[in-house]
């Protein structure tokens, strides 16, 4: 099978596609073939050697965090009937950028029929990271809520479930290419922080759900009304944001230490995505798919910043 290796850290040139032998299944554990893979901002800090002690990871590696496909293989002690299923999972150690993933069959989340695998691949980190923070900020009909990274994977979907709640939407991002896609999803207002005078076009909120961080975090920070609510949940842009921040009488701030689920709520908030899915009340922003053996340049589109929504890795 193909797979993706890091021999030592550096830029996207690092990512090499190489043969490795096709994973068997020891007891308890399963082999999915690959649809399609979640490819997370996180992974490309981790590869400059930027992961520090969240994420301690030496070269060599196999670099991914979760794989969308069909069970191809199961262990000794694994249920029959996962044999041939549709799941996502999260991956291990083995890695997620590979045509064949080995993982313990507990770890397994069903996929709906009425669920694409590329959606199932881009709702399993991001879907659960959103449900969690609807359940944690708690957005209220009539709250005006700003969504900073509102264009990437996760803000599209706080975009759409802000929405739902009955909150008036505000979706910050940067570039036309990316605003033009939040009004469908259900903004009220776009705006540009790349304009100077961008908070004064936001004004004042009653939630912040920051993926941006860094400068642009700490200015929505500074929006927030006084008994508001603030998560810094994102850093692309330099730094989490809300601890140790100045801040608002009354204003709640919480962090990325508030969506770091165990396994048992993780695959709660997974299994919840996937029904939102199906049901057609939450869609996934796949903005672009690369071949596996393209990792390289997938995760070189993040890096510039010209990635649209959810980035995937999928199998020809």
Request: no cysteine.
């Amino acid at each position: 099978m193909r797979v993706v290796e890091v021999a030592r850290f550096g830029g996207p040139e690092v990512l090499v596609a190489v043969d490795a032998p096709d994973p068997v299944p020891g007891p308890g554990e399963v082999v999915v073939e690959m649809a399609a893979a979640d490819v997370l901002w996180v992974e490309t800090m981790i590869r400059k050697g930027h992961g520090g002690d969240y994420f301690p990871v030496r070269p060599p590696y196999r670099p991914g965090s979760g794989v969308a496909g069909t069970v191809a293989l199961i262990g000794e002690g694994v249920d029959d009937a996962w044999a041939g299923r549709r799941v996502v999972t999260r991956t291990g150690p083995h890695g997620g950028y590979a045509e064949r993933a080995l993982e313990p069959a507990e770890g397994l989340i069903p996929v709906p029929d009425a669920v694409a695998l590329t959606d199932a691949a881009a709702l399993l980190h991001d879907g659960v990271t959103a449900l969690g923070l609807m359940d944690i900020v708690v957005v209220k009909p009539g709250d005006r809520v700003l969504v900073t990274a509102a264009a990437g994977g996760l803000g599209a979907l706080l975009v759409q479930l802000a929405h739902a709640a009955g909150a008036e939407v505000v979706a910050a991002a940067r570039g036309v290419r990316k605003l033009e896609r939040l009004g469908p999803l259900g903004a009220d207002l776009v705006v540009d922080y790349s304009a100077p005078d961008w908070t004064g076009q936001v004004g004042g909120v009653d939630v912040v759900l920051d993926g941006a961080g860094g400068a642009y975090g700490r200015a929505a920070l500074g929006l927030v009304s006084v008994g508001g609510r603030f998560s810094g949940h994102g850093m692309p842009a330099g730094s989490f944001v809300g601890h140790g921040d100045p801040v608002a009488a009354g204003v709640t701030v919480t962090g990325i230490e508030s969506v770091q689920f165990g396994p048992e709520q993780f695959r709660h908030y997974a299994a919840a995505a996937l029904g939102e899915a199906a049901a057609g009340r939450l869609r996934p922003l796949i903005g672009q798919t690369f071949p596996l053996e393209r990792a390289a340049d997938a995760h070189a589109a993040i890096e510039a910043r010209t990635a649209i929504g959810k980035t995937l890795l999928i199998r020809r």
